[in-house]
């Protein structure tokens, strides 16, 4: 069953520090997501991206993140200066439709501790 | 604002008892509604959805859901709890590209 995977599964950064976040979608996906979960907290959406471009950001999505399509496969979530706050597990999702209907697959998560 | 409120932060239940997980929604038109599971390490599987029709969905793993509008709720049930459905679960609203989810019940089963 194809299935979103993500490297790497736990991260230790230092504060300040730049931090990459990788996601293979299922192949014929068209929609990536991505997702994070603070310790303790609900799911929060971060931003959804589509045709090469952000379709939707949240608040929590600022100038510190950005994503990127690099090449056919891979989908990447980029912390450019880490904070403490920061720390949460980071789910990548993707979707073969925009429908509301479509189901979202998941991964199963890349936890970033950052000290 | 749409929002999703799982009243239940944690439920413990006895293998082989029933189970109803709460969940709330408030959202401005017609919701599409989720419910999610995480095992622990895994990531987020698709229990149930519900976009229209029968208000009584059926999902994998021996799950149903009751949409019900006028109380604004989309309750998770299982009549017949196995050890292996000690999870946490999460309920979301779909709008535009995102989902919205609510904090999550964790589930305890006990033998």
């Known amino acids: 069953e194809p299935e979103v995977t993500q490297t790497p599964s736990h991260q230790v950064t230092q504060m300040g520090q730049e931090v990459i976040l990788r996601c293979v979608p299922i192949s014929n996906h068209l929609y990536f997501y991505w997702y994070r979960q603070i310790l303790g907290q609900k799911v929060e959406f971060l931003v959804s991206f589509y045709n090469n471009e952000i379709s939707e950001k949240s608040e929590i999505f600022d100038d510190q993140f950005s994503v990127e399509r690099p090449d056919g496969s891979n989908f990447t979530l980029k912390i450019r200066s880490t904070k403490l706050e920061d720390s949460a597990m980071y789910f990548c999702?993707?979707?073969?439709?925009?429908?509301?209907?479509?189901?979202?697959?998941f991964g199963e998560g890349s936890r970033l501790t950052v000290l | 604002a749409q929002s999703v409120t799982q009243p239940d932060i944690h439920i413990t239940v006895s293998e082989g008892a029933s189970l109803e997980l709460r969940c709330n929604y408030s959202y401005g038109a017609t919701p599409y509604l989720f419910w999610y599971v995480q095992s622990p390490g895994q990531g987020l599987q698709l229990l149930l959805k519900y976009f229209s029709g029968d208000t009584l969905v059926q999902g994998i793993k021996g799950f149903e859901a009751e949409f019900k509008r006028s109380q604004s709720s989309f309750n998770l049930r299982k009549p017949s709890v196995h050890w292996s459905d000690a999870a946490e679960y999460f309920c979301?609203?779909?709008?535009?590209?995102?989902?919205?989810f609510g904090k999550g019940t964790s589930l305890l089963v006990t033998p």
């Open positions: 999702a993707s979707r073969a439709s925009g429908a509301n209907t479509g189901e979202l697959f």
């Open positions: 979301a609203v779909g709008a535009g590209y995102a989902l919205n």
